[in-house]
């Protein structure tokens, strides 16, 4: 069984910066984290749960949301596995729940998915506040 667990999350101002990592144990598959597509969701109230980023297995490929395009870049080191998010000029309309989530399907594609369904695998969450 795969397990994701987010962390960095927190409060801060607009402008500011946040840097959120999602550890992974576990396989499926017969396969570990490093063959998996990640990608981070974020969901604020009221909202749908929403793709920001992801990335392919190999970190080839990437996808961004228009809304963070230029801000926000996601990365992974399949060493440690683990990937990350770092968020750079925050604004107030960023504050959501955060969510790592894998797709461990993508693998011989090399490709990501921007559709919530082909992730199989997610973590508990951890908020992020934008303050303005």
């Known amino acids: 069984q795969v397990q994701l667990v987010e962390s960095g999350g927190g409060l801060v101002q607009a402008g500011g910066s946040l840097r959120l990592s999602c550890a992974t144990s576990?396989?499926?598959?017969?396969?570990?984290?490093?063959?998996?597509?990640v990608g981070w969701f974020r969901q604020a109230p009221g909202n749908e749960r929403d793709l920001v980023t992801a990335?392919?297995?190999?970190?080839?490929?990437?996808y961004y949301a228009d809304s963070v395009k230029g801000r926000f870049t996601i990365s992974r080191n399949n060493a440690e596995n683990t990937v990350y998010l770092q968020m750079n000029s925050l604004k107030p309309e960023d504050t959501a729940v955060y969510y790592c989530?894998?797709?461990?399907?993508?693998?011989?594609?090399?490709?990501?998915?921007?559709?919530?369904?082909?992730?199989?695998?997610w973590g508990q969450g951890t908020q992020v506040t934008v303050s303005s």
């Open positions: 989530a894998a797709d461990p399907t993508a693998y011989y594609t090399n490709s990501v998915s921007t559709t919530r369904e082909a992730y199989d695998y």
């Open positions: 576990g396989r499926t598959f017969g396969r570990t984290f490093s063959t998996y597509a």
């Open positions: 990335i392919s297995w190999s970190g080839i490929n990437t």
